[in-house]
């Protein structure tokens, strides 16, 4: 072929694009490379609790790398947890109940309640290395993004339609073959939405966590949130406004390097027999797609992986159907493990039970009365946050996920405001409410707000976009008014994910409450009453029944609410406005 043809041209200036492009790729991945073994010195070197935070911004890059990698390792913790977590609820009707109320009771309790325990067992686990901080750290992390990611994959397995369901019995699909190819791919868009929410998450988890004091012990470790912690309690606004700008431009390098490609990929997941007309485009995707190390090589990789299970899936399948086993031996040797199972969980929830007893005594009726007073105040604000936030956050995310265009504009303005921790700008905010006369009350609602209307927000645009094309076509169609699409297409299409990011949003105002609350601004302690509050002063004084206590009263209210609302609506979704044929 003549070398000057343009069809040989473009080869060529294709396979150069592409070299280039893997070169890169390759760079990338040696730097990662290069910061896991930098890291791991540092995990495995001595133990430094407390670091001396410099307010230079040339510091910030290594605080930014830190962080990254905190909330990173915790993110992966979370995904893995919530998969398993959701589909063992999902499909083991015994356990289901107990499971969603202990997941939603956890979701509920404020980091601050876990960090004591959590923080001193991995520095007792670990002793001698950093690697014992830093882990405490990351689970501390890890409890502040994995419960809406879990409550999302359940609700998405409760709500897979009927007929694809028989259809995978129909084809013998090993429940590998049904996780990969029907499971996961149905729950996609809504893991990915899910995921933005909770690394917004983890970034507001990690104000609390980087730099915490319990009683006489202080631990602060090198990061953003110590950084922004810092410049807070000194009142530096320049470093203040620096270290926010810093997680600005994080976000957004996230949001066009990793979420936007993956909310691209998962559209292919959409259930519509009708190709939409506007698709979720993203330019980083379509680069990567490119790219010959990352399309031969990962699928070379997993096929290599891949094919072994599903040869021995096929052979332990055409064994069982040749000699089937004994179903009474194998159902007796179950019922043995899980009464085992149960004698062990049964000591030693005995065994703390008496352990919380022995601490819960030190508490004075005095404390015992501000408390019920402050579980009845917080409450009062969960629930205001929460209906405010649906108020909003209901209509803009169906204009989001309805709209392309718009989605590309407004998304990552949403996923900037909601990665940025609300923490770092709440003492400006606080101030500027009690300087107008609205105290401490009201501006315990604002941040309240600001740390749960995006749980809603995702998951509304999640179900949006998850409604199919050809439905939005059949009601256009017909010519529905706005109220019979409201009631006839768009509720119903958003409900499961709806109710998904109530539950979730009321745990992130729960979790908010502990710095809603309480918060020190320019050498004061700023405090309402409320369980948040105590929780908080508790903690700095190393009051550790009040903490228990205040925990115990949280998760009495949250199990009520998800008998009396949550879990009737749950059923609702999986039933009534389940997508079927």
């Known amino acids: 072929m003549n070398p000057q043809h343009p069809f040989a041209r473009s080869l060529v200036t294709i396979r150069k694009g592409t070299f280039f492009l893997d070169l890169g790729v390759g760079v990338c991945g040696f730097a990662i490379f290069l910061g896991v073994i930098h890291m791991a010195r540092y995990w495995l070197g001595t133990p430094v609790p407390v670091v001396p935070i410099s307010h230079s911004f040339s510091a910030l890059p290594g605080y930014a790398f830190n962080s990254i990698v905190r909330i990173g390792i915790a993110y992966l913790l979370s995904l893995a947890f919530a998969i398993g977590y959701g589909y063992i609820a999902a499909y083991n009707s015994r356990l289901e109940a107990g499971m969603i109320a202990i997941l939603d009771i956890f979701q509920s309790i404020p980091v601050l309640s876990f960090l004591p325990p959590v923080l001193l067992a991995m520095i007792g686990l670990i002793p001698g290395h950093q690697l014992g901080i830093e882990m405490g750290v990351i689970l501390l992390i890890f409890t502040g993004q994995v419960w809406n990611l879990a409550f999302s994959f359940y609700s998405s397995l409760k709500t897979i339609p009927r007929e694809m369901t028989e259809a995978s019995r129909i084809y013998r699909f090993s429940a590998w073959q049904r996780f990969w190819q029907l499971e996961l791919p149905f729950a996609a868009i809504g893991l990915v939405w899910n995921s933005i929410v909770s690394v917004a998450g983890g970034w507001f988890a990690l104000m609390l966590c980087e730099m915490v004091t319990l009683g006489d012990r202080s631990f602060r470790l090198p990061g953003l949130g110590s950084y922004i912690q810092s410049a807070a309690d000194s009142a530096d606004t320049h470093a203040l406004i620096a270290g926010i700008g810093t997680v600005v431009l994080i976000v957004v390098a996230t949001d066009q390097l990793v979420w936007r490609p993956l909310i691209a990929w998962s559209d292919k997941f959409k259930l519509e027999q009708v190709e939409s007309a506007d698709r979720v485009r993203s330019p980083i995707l379509t680069l990567l797609q490119r790219s010959t190390l990352l399309t031969h090589l990962p699928g070379k990789l997993w096929g290599s992986i891949e094919e072994p299970i599903y040869r021995r899936l096929s052979r332990a399948r055409e064994r069982h159907l040749v000699q089937p086993l004994d179903e009474e031996s194998r159902r007796g040797t179950g019922a043995i493990g899980f009464w085992a199972f149960s004698a062990v969980l049964g000591l030693a929830v005995a065994w703390a039970f008496a352990q919380a007893i022995l601490l819960l005594r030190t508490v004075t009726a005095q404390e015992l009365r501000l408390l019920f007073e402050g579980a009845a105040a917080t409450f009062l604000r969960v629930n205001a946050a929460l209906l405010i936030s649906a108020l909003w956050t209901v209509p803009v995310g169906v204009a989001i996920g309805f709209n392309p265009r718009l989605a590309r ?127 908080s002063s508790a903690t700095d004084a190393g009051r550790f029944a009040i903490i228990l206590l205040a925990t115990v009263l949280i998760s009495l209210m949250v199990v009520t609410m998800n008998r009396l609302v949550w879990r009737r609506l749950y059923r609702l979704a999986e039933t009534r406005y389940k997508l079927e044929g």
């Open 409 to 535: 504009i407004v998304q990552p303005v949403a996923q900037v405001m909601a990665s940025v921790p609300a923490s770092a700008f709440y003492p400006v905010l606080l101030m500027g409410l009690i300087r107008i006369g609205a105290g401490v009350g009201i501006g315990s609602i604002a941040l309240m707000l600001l740390g749960t209307q995006w749980y809603i927000l995702f998951n509304v645009i999640a179900g949006a976009m998850s409604i199919p094309s050809d439905l939005r076509e059949v009601a256009e169609l017909y010519r529905f008014s706005r109220w019979q699409r409201w009631t006839r297409l768009i509720l119903p299409g958003i409900f499961p994910y709806l109710i998904t990011g109530m539950v979730t949003a009321s745990g992130g105002a729960w979790n908010a409450s502990v710095m809603a609350e309480y918060s020190h601004v320019q050498g004061e302690t700023l405090q309402t009453i409320g369980l948040g509050a105590q929780i």
